[in-house]
């Protein structure tokens, strides 16, 4: 069992950035392979950006864009998420993820935080 906590989300102007942090506890993180995933109001999840357990592979949806970086520190327990540029599109709930699968780490879930792109 893997309980993730998400933080960092707020409000923030278009073109600002934002920090997400996901802290794990209760297995061996470096099993897992983890996920950033948002869904907007009336929208589907959608999956941002996925690293590998060892954080050597990682991958983003197309509409990232070079704007978002994804990083774990396996030592520490946590999975960042930094963002850049962000625009009003990008306003929605962010969740962390994690699972065995690198194509689909979604076993476990964080409660998400709210990350708003508003002026």
């Known amino acids: 069992q893997v309980r993730l906590v998400e933080s960092g989300g707020g409000l923030v102007q278009p073109g600002g950035s934002l920090r997400l942090s996901c802290a794990a506890s209760g297995s061996i993180f470096g099993h897992y392979a983890m996920g950033w995933y948002r869904q907007a109001p009336g929208k589907a999840r959608e999956m941002v950006a996925r690293?590998?357990?060892?954080?050597?592979?990682?991958a983003y949806a197309g509409f990232v864009k070079g704007r978002f970086t994804v990083s774990r520190d396996n030592a520490e327990n946590t999975a960042d998420l930094q963002m850049n540029n962000l625009q009003p599109e990008d306003t929605a709930v962010y969740y962390c993820?994690?699972?065995?699968?690198?194509?689909?780490?979604?076993?476990?879930w964080g409660q998400g935080t709210q990350v708003t792109v508003s002026s």
């Open positions: 993820s994690c699972g065995f699968g690198y194509y689909s780490p979604t076993d476990y």
């Open positions: 690293i590998s357990n060892g954080g050597r592979v990682t």
